[in-house]
């Protein structure tokens, strides 16, 4: 009688196990969309709504377009100037950084040099390191190199990831087979030729990975402009709507519309980017991709 009724006590454990990951799931899921609902329902709101409703809740009118006109529109169209600076620090330092973490990851992973060793320690080092206090050492050296008030200020440090590094020599050592590295060899390929037609194509989950690493990142990077970047021309949107939140308290913009719905609709539209490189590249965020390359 009790080893008929053990299964079952197993699999009503196992039940209870599940359901109760379930639910703290459901509750990590509703932790993590209430901040992103909270910001698309008050960017329809009015400056009187947004101060007399429910944060939740939406208020009188739907003013969600016109919001969102008055962002692209205010001070001569800013907005726009300085999302086009968030796409440009992005897209240079974040994929600049990608490319370099992943060839430098494969060098330390598949490649013996004197002071490999050290380096390592080095990059391991440098992890430890907040960027916050790198800040001023930055804005010292690049005082030095004219390059303040320069979008290179905010691009060139961005191309730094040591973490990234890190990434890639961990993951290029499980990924690439080093019998599949000879006989690319033994066949004649080059060593930049390998790495670039058959090391890539194994390195292309890990590279993904690190390429949204860097990219949210230094898409929400706001201390090392705030201290390089003086003009607002070159100004990124965490810094510019750091800036209207800054003048909200009795500015007014676009006729009689406050910043402090500008300052919300404008932040619900610089998150929409992330999102959709999120849910493009998450196709080539898999694993296993180097299963069956080598014959057995």
């Not at 000879?182 to 989950?205: C, K, M, N, Y």
Request: glycine share 8%; aromatic share 12%; proline share 5%.
């Amino acid at each position: 009688m009790t080893r008929r009724e053990a299964p079952h006590v197993k699999h009503g454990k196992s039940r209870k196990k599940s359901s109760a990951l379930t639910a703290a799931m459901a509750l990590m899921l509703i932790y993590t969309l209430l901040p992103l609902a909270w910001l698309l329902i008050n960017s329809t709101k009015d400056t009187q709504s947004l101060f007399s409703s429910f944060g939740l809740s939406f208020g009188h009118g739907f003013r969600l377009w016109t919001n969102i006109h008055d962002v692209l529109t205010v001070n001569g169209g800013i907005y726009l100037r300085w999302f086009a600076n968030t796409v440009l620090y992005a897209v240079v330092g974040a994929g600049g950084a990608a490319v370099i973490a992943t060839a430098g990851g494969y060098a330390l992973a598949k490649y013996s040099f004197r002071g490999r060793t050290a380096l390592f320690a080095i990059v391991l080092g440098a992890i430890s390191v907040p960027g916050t206090a790198l800040a001023v050492p930055t804005y010292l050296l690049f005082a030095k190199l004219n390059l303040i008030n320069t979008p290179w200020a905010v691009i060139i440090p961005s191309l730094a990831s040591p973490f990234g590094l890190y990434l890639m020599r961990i993951y290029a050592i499980g990924a690439i087979p080093d019998s599949l590295l000879e006989a690319a060899r033994i066949d004649g390929a080059g060593e930049f030729r390998v790495f670039r037609t058959i090391s890539l194509r194994l390195l292309a989950p890990g590279f993904v990975t690190v390429l949204l690493f860097a990219l949210v990142a230094t898409w929400n990077n706001y201390f090392l402009p705030l201290i390089v970047l003086s003009n607002p021309r070159w100004y990124p949107l965490t810094v510019g709507l750091a800036q209207w939140n800054s003048s909200a308290t009795g500015a007014t913009g676009a006729g009689s519309t406050s910043f402090y719905p500008l300052i919300i609709t404008g932040s619900m539209l610089a998150i929409i980017p992330l999102i959709v490189c999120f849910l493009f590249l998450q196709r080539f965020w898999q694993s296993g991709l180097a299963a069956g390359s080598v014959k057995q």
